[in-house]
T-cell receptor
């Protein structure tokens, strides 16, 4: 089983729709969790950290479910500019505070 | 503030050639890392450094060397290029501050080995 797994998509949604991505991780002792965004042929950019209590940043909500070992990202009121690949990132136990393991990403296309 | 810079943006090498990918950051971050990104593989960690003079191997270190003589610079050396090293290379710098995490990637170097 891969350490971090994501549905590759693509997810094609109309503008204004709500879309959710899930990501599962294999090691129950994983410590920290993040969502990154990567535009085509660009570098990844940190979108948000994922906290145990869940957290929200505008139209974006991230949740962590430790019991089921998954994290989720919810995007409300999708905009054309949300079209990108969303990467799930986990810091594994024993990896040190900085060694990130990336999922392969989920591609989102928001359609007019 | 330039953030993380990488040079060159594009490079074509012949098998067996060597070269150095440059990475610099101006944020005084202690931690820097190199990743490669291949289609269908996601980002994989090559080498990382937790401070000047300290480096360690990541998931896919073979064929690459790094050094960290200053906080700002973290070059990646390809010793003898192989077609399997055709990839996009990203350098990143990071820090944790009172539980808050930040990481910044450079714009990437697209390398083709023929």
């Amino acid at each position: 089983r891969k350490e971090v797994e994501q549905d590759p998509g693509p997810f094609n949604v109309p503008e204004g729709a709500t879309v959710a991505f899930n990501c599962t991780y294999s090691n129950s002792a994983s410590q920290s969790f993040f969502w990154y965004r990567q535009d085509c042929r660009k570098e990844p950019k940190l979108l948000m950290s994922v906290y145990s209590s869940g957290n929200e940043d505008g139209r974006f909500t991230a949740q962590l479910n430790r019991a089921s070992q998954y994290i989720s990202l919810l995007i409300r009121d999708s905009k054309l500019s949300d079209s990108a690949t969303y990467l799930c990132v986990v810091i594994l136990p024993g990896a040190g505070s900085y060694q990130l393991t990336f999922g392969k990403g989920t591609k989102l296309s928001v359609i007019p | 503030n330039a953030g993380v810079t990488q040079t060159p943006k594009f490079q074509v090498l012949k098998t067996g050639q060597s070269m150095t990918l440059q990475c610099a950051q101006d944020m005084n971050h202690e931690y820097m890392s190199w990743y490669r990104q291949d289609p269908g593989m996601g980002l994989r960690l090559i080498h990382y450094s937790v401070g000047a003079g300290i480096t360690d191997q990541g998931e896919v270190p073979n064929g690459y060397n790094v050094s960290r003589s200053t906080t700002e610079d973290f070059p990646l050396r390809l010793l003898s290029a192989a077609p399997s090293q055709t990839s996009v290379y990203f350098c990143a710098s990071s820090y944790w501050d009172r539980g808050s995490y930040e990481q910044y990637f450079g714009p990437g170097t697209r390398l083709t080995v023929t």
